[in-house]
Nanobody, 114 residues
């Protein structure tokens, strides 16, 4: 069955960086666009970044543009999100999904605090 396993979150000070990873299985990874989303307490889940199946096209939310970088390794069935210059408002659970978003992992918590 489809599995999406996110990791790499943690507690980081403002201005810090993290690399989030999502390992996928159970579907043809290289055939699907992948995306990262986040959900902060009391807020709706929002799209952060997306990447095309071959990795040639990326898109970012306004809040992520210039600070976050999405990438993928199709040989490892893994999508990454490099998050830099973190702000307290980036605190959220970060999730990855594929295609139209029918399946989700458990997420990885990112907390930005001094």
């Amino acid at each position: 069955q489809v599995q999406l396993v996110e990791s790499g979150g943690g507690l980081v000070q403002p201005g810090g960086s993290l690399t989030l990873s999502c390992v996928a299985s159970g579907f043809p990874f290289s055939s699907y666009a992948m995306s990262w989303h986040r959900q902060a307490p009391g807020k709706e889940r929002e799209l952060v970044a997306a990447i095309s199946s071959a990795g040639h096209v990326t898109t970012y939310s306004d809040s992520a543009q210039g600070r976050f970088t999405i990438s993928r390794d199709n040989a490892k069935n893994t999508v990454y999100l490099q998050v830099n210059s973190l702000k307290p408002e980036d605190t959220a659970v970060y999730y990855c999904t594929f295609g139209s978003g029918s399946s989700w992992g458990q997420g990885t918590q990112v907390t930005v605090s001094s």
